[in-house]
C-alpha cells in the first residue's frame, strides 16, 4: 500500500478545488474586465483606490512588523515557560480564528472608542486599525513558531552557554537560524490576512478616504454605489497581492526543506 489516493481521489479533489476556488476567482476576474482593460486600469488607479491601497499595504507591513517580534515572544514564553492560567492563554491565542470579526471591532470600539473606559481614544485612526489588525492576526506567527521552538535540541543552547555566549548570543547565532523559516511565514500568512480583512475594522477605523479606509471597505462602497464592476477590479488586486504573498511562501518553504534534506 503506498498511501495514495489514487486517480479517484485526485479527480474529486481537483473537482472540489475548481468548485470552491478557481471557478469563482474566474468569475471575479472576467468581472472586472467587463469594461475592458481600460475600464479595469481606470478602476485600479482611481486616486482613492490608490490611497485605500497605499493604507492597505501600509499598516499590513506594520502588523506583520509587529508579529514578528510578539509572536515570536508569546511563542518563547510558552514554549519554555510555566506559569499559571498557561493552558487558557495558550487557548485564547487561536480565539482570532474562531470569533466573528465584527465582534472584535465593536470590542474595540467599546475599548478605545469615543467614550473609552480607559481613556484611549483610538477610533478613525491608523493605530485603532493597527490594533485591529493585530488582535485578528496574531495566531499566526505564534502557532506557526510554536512547533518548531519545541523541537528545539535544548543541549545546543546549553553547549553554547557553556562556551561563554550570553541569552542574546545564544538565540541570534543558535536559535535564530532554526525559527526564521517559521517566522517568516507565519509574518507572510498574517500580511496576506491583513490585506484583506474587513470585519475587525470596520467600526474602530472610521472608512476616512485616505487616511483609515481600508481597501476591503473601499470595494464594499463600490459596490453600494453599484459599481460593482470597479470593486471586482479592485478586488482582484488584492487577490494578486495576498496570492503573491502565498507563493513567495511556498517557493520559500520548499527551498528550504530542500536545504535541510541536503544537509542530512
Given at each position: 500500500?503506498?498511501?495514495?489516493?489514487?486517480?479517484l481521489?485526485?479527480a474529486?479533489?481537483v473537482?472540489?478545488?475548481?468548485?470552491?476556488?478557481?471557478?469563482?476567482?474566474?468569475?471575479?476576474?472576467?468581472?472586472?474586465?467587463e469594461?475592458?482593460?481600460?475600464?479595469?486600469?481606470?478602476?485600479?488607479t482611481?486616486?482613492?483606490?490608490?490611497?485605500?491601497?497605499?493604507?492597505?499595504?501600509?499598516?499590513?507591513i506594520i502588523?506583520?512588523?509587529i508579529?514578528?517580534?510578539?509572536?515570536?515572544?508569546?511563542?518563547?514564553?510558552?514554549?519554555?515557560?510555566?506559569?499559571?492560567?498557561?493552558?487558557?492563554?495558550?487557548a485564547?491565542?487561536?480565539?482570532?480564528?474562531?470569533?466573528p470579526?465584527?465582534?472584535?471591532s465593536?470590542?474595540?470600539?467599546s475599548?478605545?472608542g469615543?467614550?473609552?473606559?480607559?481613556?484611549v481614544h483610538?477610533?478613525a485612526?491608523?493605530?485603532?486599525?493597527?490594533?485591529a489588525?493585530?488582535?485578528?492576526?496574531?495566531?499566526?506567527?505564534?502557532r506557526s513558531?510554536?512547533?518548531?521552538?519545541?523541537?528545539?535540541?535544548?543541549?545546543?543552547e546549553?553547549?553554547?552557554?557553556?562556551l561563554?555566549?550570553?541569552n542574546?548570543t545564544?538565540?541570534?547565532?543558535?536559535l535564530?537560524p532554526?525559527l526564521a523559516?517559521a517566522?517568516?511565514s507565519?509574518?507572510?500568512?498574517?500580511?496576506?490576512?491583513?490585506?484583506?480583512?474587513?470585519?475587525?475594522v470596520?467600526?474602530?477605523?472610521?472608512?476616512?478616504?485616505?487616511?483609515?479606509?481600508?481597501?476591503?471597505?473601499?470595494?464594499?462602497?463600490?459596490?453600494?454605489?453599484?459599481?460593482?464592476v470597479?470593486?471586482?477590479?479592485?478586488s482582484?488586486?488584492?487577490?494578486?497581492?495576498s496570492?503573491l504573498?502565498?507563493?513567495?511562501?511556498?517557493?520559500?518553504?520548499d527551498?528550504?526543506?530542500?536545504?535541510?534534506?541536503?544537509?542530512?
Open positions: 500500500m503506498t498511501g495514495s489516493v489514487g486517480p481521489g485526485i474529486t479533489a473537482l472540489w478545488l475548481s468548485i470552491m476556488v478557481l471557478l469563482p476567482l474566474a468569475a471575479l476576474t472576467v468581472n472586472s474586465f469594461d475592458g482593460w481600460s475600464g479595469f486600469w481606470d478602476a485600479v482611481a486616486p482613492r483606490a490608490i490611497d485605500s491601497l497605499k493604507v492597505t499595504i501600509f499598516v499590513s502588523v506583520a512588523l508579529n514578528v517580534f510578539m509572536g515570536t515572544l508569546i511563542a518563547w514564553v510558552l514554549v519554555r515557560d510555566e506559569f499559571p492560567g498557561k493552558g487558557i492563554v495558550n485564547l491565542i487561536d480565539l482570532p480564528f474562531a470569533l470579526t465584527i465582534v472584535a465593536i470590542v474595540l470600539l475599548l478605545y469615543p467614550q473609552s473606559p480607559v481613556g483610538l477610533n485612526t491608523q493605530p485603532g486599525i493597527i490594533v489588525l493585530a488582535f485578528v492576526t496574531l495566531p499566526f506567527v505564534v513558531v510554536q512547533p518548531v521552538l519545541m523541537e528545539v535540541d535544548k543541549e545546543v546549553q553547549a553554547a552557554a557553556s561563554g555566549a550570553d542574546w545564544t538565540f541570534r547565532t543558535v535564530l532554526t523559516p517566522i517568516i507565519g509574518t507572510g500568512l498574517a500580511f496576506a490576512r491583513a490585506i484583506g480583512e474587513y470585519g475587525s470596520v467600526l474602530i477605523g472610521g472608512n476616512i478616504p485616505g487616511t483609515t479606509q481600508m481597501t476591503s471597505q473601499y470595494i464594499q462602497q463600490q459596490i453600494e454605489v453599484d459599481r460593482p470597479n470593486a471586482a477590479a479592485v482582484v488586486v488584492l487577490l494578486a497581492i496570492f504573498t502565498l507563493l513567495v511562501l511556498r517557493v520559500f518553504a527551498r528550504t526543506a530542500r536545504k535541510e534534506q541536503e544537509a542530512r
